[in-house]
């Protein structure tokens, strides 16, 4: 993984430090903070939400977006990564600034 992201940024002239944060899927905290290191971003710049949800899967980057939109504020770029099974991956860099998030809504089961 940390070499596609190497390859992303290299590809687009970017680098860590040009992004405001770093979304990633949050399937494991650990593997999260070590994938950050390697690819060279502070651990300041990453949110997580795996704490309070778990892996949610396919949710799991906009589920992290909206619920930590108030503690982040994300403007600017921002470097999302997705993860699966299978080795699929999918990187982008985005700008937030005009990021609108819904409510998250928690349902019982």
Do not use: W
């Amino acid at each position: 993984m940390p070499k596609h992201v190497r390859k992303f940024l290299d590809d687009i002239e970017m680098e860590p430090e040009e992004y405001s944060s770093l979304i990633l899927h949050q399937a494991n905290a650990f593997m999260l903070r070590r994938l950050a290191k390697k690819i060279g971003f502070e651990l300041e710049k990453i949110s997580f939400s795996i704490q309070e949800y778990g892996n949610t899967s396919s949710v799991s980057i906009p589920l992290t977006i909206c619920s930590q939109n108030e503690k982040f504020k994300f403007t600017g770029l921002n470097l999302l990564l997705g993860m699966g099974a299978g080795l699929s991956t999918g990187i982008v860099s985005i700008n937030l600034s005009a990021l609108q998030c819904s409510k998250v809504f928690l349902m019982d089961l």
